[in-house]
């Protein structure tokens, strides 16, 4: 469970740090929508993975954590449709933090996850059906 309200945790300060932003005037840039989508989709997620025991959550809080920390770094190195921003200020490096966080969380969850998958009964090929019985 702590690994999930850590998830929840770092989802939630993105969703908000995109959020303030938003407020702050980055809806008026071209990039503007998807922070509007990050703030939404934090919060969405967050709720997802505190209610949800399943790996799609984790995979979702990997993948927004990865996408929006990969999309800052864009930003700050070559530009992204139009917008060049620097690695500077409270709302970036906390932003950063919960996406390190998020992918932390989601990925630790996958693999844990994934050993708790019980064996197939005897007779039952899983997850390689096509492959050829012994």
């Known amino acids: 469970m702590g690994l999930r309200i850590a998830g929840a945790a770092g989802l939630l300060v993105s969703a908000a740090v995109h959020l303030f932003m938003w407020f702050d005037g ?3 840039q071209s990039v503007g929508p998807m922070f ?3 703030a939404v989709s934090g919060v969405v ?3 997802l993975i505190l209610g949800w025991r399943h790996w799609i959550p984790a995979f979702l809080t990997l993948g927004f954590g990865a996408a929006t920390l990969g999309a800052f770094v864009i930003a700050s190195t070559v530009g992204l ?3 060049h921003t620097r690695w500077e200020g409270f709302n970036v ?3 950063a933090a919960s996406e390190i966080v998020c992918i932390v969380a989601g990925a630790a969850l996958l693999v844990r996850a994934r050993g708790a998958t019980p064996p197939a009964p005897h007779g039952v090929l899983r997850p ?3 492959a050829p019985r012994p």
Do not use: E, K, S
Request: without cysteine; aromatic residues 12%; glycine residues 12%.
């Open 26 to 28: 980055v809806r008026d």
């Open 45 to 47: 997620i967050a709720g």
């Open 93 to 95: 490096f906390t932003a």
């Open 36 to 38: 509007m989508v990050n």
């Open 128 to 130: 390689n059906h096509w």
């Open 81 to 83: 449709l139009g917008v």
